[in-house]
């Protein structure tokens, strides 16, 4: 953890104090959503209720009934995330770093200007380049994210030297901790034309995971919340069953399961 900051975090507005409701760009985002999710809504009604305003012979793969109801589910969601941001009920804005954003004087200058626009608002960082966490700069990265007042994200990732990996570093900027499990497939991380799904289609082992406990456990006790996200969003076949699971919640699943053991065992 790095311990000392470089410039006084107080600049920056206090994100536990209560945020004005209908302020900032993040309520026009609410507003945005909410107005999105409206539209919605009244085509979904419209097409479960009066199917004469639209031609289902142009439909693909599903009756008009079935896209009437997912248009309404979608308003709802939209509708309520809407609500949220515009109540400024947000928990974070995460940064994802793309992996041309490497470590030097402008980016930094660029998670200072994205700083100060978030306001209150919490702000976590993932880096996608490892320029940002080699030995030699990683406790001054970590300093500087403290002294921003960004919670700095821990990523799971390939174990391969490819500039576009970030290591694992075990750290915390902040009062959270946050770890992103983006599954170890080598083979697909870098394939040329494979897509994001492709990338993040990995199945964590029992051992894989067990890796993460006692790392976990120790962050517990300093951190006032330990956040743990799994973005492997693929589907592996069940040895058991032999039919599909989905890797994300089954690997959640499989880590409560671990961290349980290991408090039992204390």
Not at 9 to 25: C, E, F, L, V
Request: proline share 4%.
């Amino acid at each position: 953890m790095a311990k000392q900051a470089t410039r006084a975090p107080d600049r920056y507005a206090n994100r536990n104090a209560p945020p004005p409701i209908g302020h900032g760009w993040v309520a026009f985002a609410g507003c945005y959503l909410m107005l999105a999710g409206l539209l919605n809504l009244i085509w979904g009604v419209t097409a479960l209720s009066k199917k004469d305003y639209f031609h289902e012979s142009g439909l693909l793969w599903a009756s008009l009934d079935t896209w009437g109801g997912l248009a309404v589910i979608v308003a709802v969601v939209q509708l309520v995330a809407g609500g949220l941001l515009f109540a400024r009920k947000l928990g974070g804005v995460l940064m994802q770093l793309p992996q041309y954003v490497v470590f030097k004087p402008s980016s930094f200058a660029y998670l200072e200007w994205a700083r100060e626009q978030l306001s209150d608002h919490h702000m976590l960082v993932e880096f996608r380049h490892r320029s940002w966490l080699e030995p030699e700069v990683a406790a001054k990265t970590l300093s500087f994210l403290e002294s921003i007042d960004a919670t700095y994200v821990m990523v799971d990732a390939p174990r391969t030297d490819a500039r576009n990996v970030a290591p694992t570093v075990i750290a915390q900027t902040g009062d959270e901790a946050y770890l992103r499990l983006h599954g170890r497939n080598a083979a697909t991380w870098n394939r040329r034309g494979g897509s994001a799904s492709e990338r993040f289609d990995y199945l964590y082992s029992d051992d894989e995971l067990r890796e993460w406990v006692e790392p976990l456990r120790e962050l517990e006790q300093r951190a006032e919340t330990v956040w743990v996200m799994f973005n492997n969003n693929g589907r592996s076949v069940d040895t058991v069953t032999g039919g599909e699971i989905a890797q994300a919640p089954v690997n959640a699943l499989t880590m409560q399961e671990l961290l349980a053991q290991h408090t039992a065992a204390r």
